[in-house]
């Protein structure tokens, strides 16, 4: 009898653990997959609450109708390939949301000169409502701000073949092919492709990785760099894991290459503090003076898209900058940066829950 209630009693603790660590389960992919806890218990069940394998299935869901009809022409026969050719052409008859307004008052001089000009974004293409409004909302940022470089995260494979259509001034790479992922866009008169390669990290359990792309931007070699890092504050160490890797990565690239990485890092302060950056590698929100007017871009106090019943201000999205050292290369250094996304839709949302980073650099 003693025996039987001693092992009760030890088998309580352990089932009281199970639940908790499902329920933090369902917390997290309600908030990676922008979902409710009911429907994230749902896929973890079903997939004996294994987090990658629970995600693929709920991505694997037909997400297509989140887009008009008139978005993607019936008449389209144009294969989807699976590896973005460095040489395609933009579509036939495609009307492209991104060209340059004739009514611009972006002067000639300056598409002309060696200034680089970049946006992060993490689009959060996981939120399906208004999804291709948002998506024009983007476009017509890339119209305002005619940047070279656009570091994309959160991508769905509809929003891609949408960008596809509907900005074709610019060459877009896909750092996957299902479910959610990066992507990055470069301005096809600008910025020529060398290759792309995407690198894993071995231990996620959301589908991240790392997008690089080596370019030549105006005679100068550029290597681009894109990441969705690890989210949730309980994830901090496979975080900082995959931050060790993008640092090495830009640490250990050529000193003919001017290094750019934008992203999600989802970074807390003491997290970049215990993995420490480089010392060729800057902060370029530090760098230009830690402006407090472009530090949080996820900010739940000033974006409403997502409704959660507390306020959260954080600095998620980073831009990291790694100079060429050789001589006789130019140096580019940072010079400008803001939030971009600040203005509400007509449907009333803002183009995604994250506030864009737009980021330009220039010759020292």
Same mark, same amino acid.
Request: aromatic share 8%; net charge negative.
């Given at each position: ?134 998506? *024009? ?50 301005? *096809? ?125 954080? *600095? ?49």
């Amino acid at each position: 009898m003693d025996k039987m209630a001693s092992t009760s009693e030890s088998d309580k603790p352990s089932v009281s653990n199970v639940e908790e660590n499902r329920a933090r389960l369902c917390d997290e992919f309600a908030v990676i997959a922008g979902t409710d806890s009911a429907v994230a218990q749902c896929y973890l069940a079903e997939n004996e609450w294994e987090m990658e394998r629970a995600l693929n299935s709920f991505f694997e869901a037909d997400m297509e109708r989140v887009f008009e009809v008139e978005d993607f022409p019936e008449d389209d026969t144009s294969p989807k390939t699976k590896r973005q050719k460095v040489d395609e052409k933009p579509a036939r008859g495609c009307i492209d949301l991104t060209e340059d307004s004739p009514a611009s008052t972006r002067k000639p001089s300056e598409e002309d000169d060696g200034k680089l000009s970049v946006i992060s974004w993490n689009v959060d293409g996981l939120d399906t409502d208004n999804l291709a409004e948002r998506a *024009r909302g983007l476009c017509s940022y890339l119209v305002l701000y005619t940047p070279d470089v656009v570091f994309l995260q959160e991508l769905i494979p509809p929003y891609v073949q949408y960008l596809k259509k509907r900005a074709v001034s610019y060459l877009i790479i896909e750092g996957g092919e299902d479910g959610y992922f990066t992507g990055m866009m470069l301005k *096809r008169s600008r910025v020529k492709l060398v290759e792309n390669e995407i690198i894993t990290y071995p231990t996620t359990k959301m589908m991240r990785n790392l997008l690089v792309a080596q370019v030549d931007f105006k005679g100068q070699k550029l290597c681009l760099m894109t990441s969705h890092l690890e989210s949730c504050k309980g994830h901090a160490e496979e975080r900082m894991k995959q931050l060790r890797v993008v640092m090495q990565r830009m640490r250990e690239a050529s000193d003919d290459f001017t290094v750019l990485f934008g992203g999600d890092t989802n970074l807390r302060d003491t997290e970049v503090t215990k993995v420490g950056l480089p010392s060729s590698v800057c902060d370029v929100w530090e760098q230009l003076g830690k402006q407090e007017h472009c530090r949080y871009t996820w900010d739940t106090k000033a974006n409403n898209n997502k409704t959660v019943p507390f306020v959260s201000r954080c *600095r998620f999205d980073r831009v990291y900058f790694r100079p060429a050292t050789k001589d006789g290369v130019p140096r580019l250094a940072p010079d400008h940066m803001a939030l971009v996304g600040l203005e509400k839709l007509d449907c009333g949302r803002y183009t995604s829950d994250h506030w864009g980073i737009y980021c330009s650099f220039s010759a020292g």
